[in-house]
């Protein structure tokens, strides 16, 4: 069974900066892409950022420049440092990966649970 646990959200002041992250735990032969997505109340669930095995990065637009993505692949982690955090990057922020499992053997998506990161203006 994989689990994805994130970490790293909280409170911040507008113009500050957090750092998540994401660790995946299982029976993994390997992860392809993982990525961290948002939801804000009354909204859906959005792309922030994803991050190939090869390492090759998309952004939203609203996070351009302000956002970071990186990953260890030595240690099933994927990253996402945010700066210059704004009140509208307010959100409940997941983690996502394809993941290839021993057992059973198959690639499948997963999701975390979930971290609350709030801006306060």
């Known amino acids: 069974q994989v689990q994805l646990v994130e970490s790293g959200g909280g409170l911040v002041q507008a113009g500050g900066s957090l750092r998540l992250s994401c660790a995946a735990s299982g029976t993994i032969l390997s992860i392809n892409s993982m990525g961290w997505y948002r939801q804000a109340p009354g909204k859906q669930r959005e792309l922030v950022a994803t991050?190939?095995?090869?390492?090759?990065?998309k952004y939203a637009d609203s996070v351009k420049g302000r956002f970071t993505i990186s990953r260890d692949n030595a240690k099933n982690v994927v990253y996402l440092q945010m700066n210059s955090l704004e009140p509208e990057d307010t959100a409940v922020y997941y983690c996502?990966?394809?993941?290839?499992?021993?057992?059973?053997?198959?690639?499948?998506?997963?999701w975390g649970q979930g971290t609350q990161v709030t801006v306060s203006s």
């Open positions: 996502n990966a394809d993941i290839r499992t021993a057992v059973p053997f198959r690639v499948a998506n997963y």
């Open positions: 991050i190939t095995s090869g390492t090759t990065t």
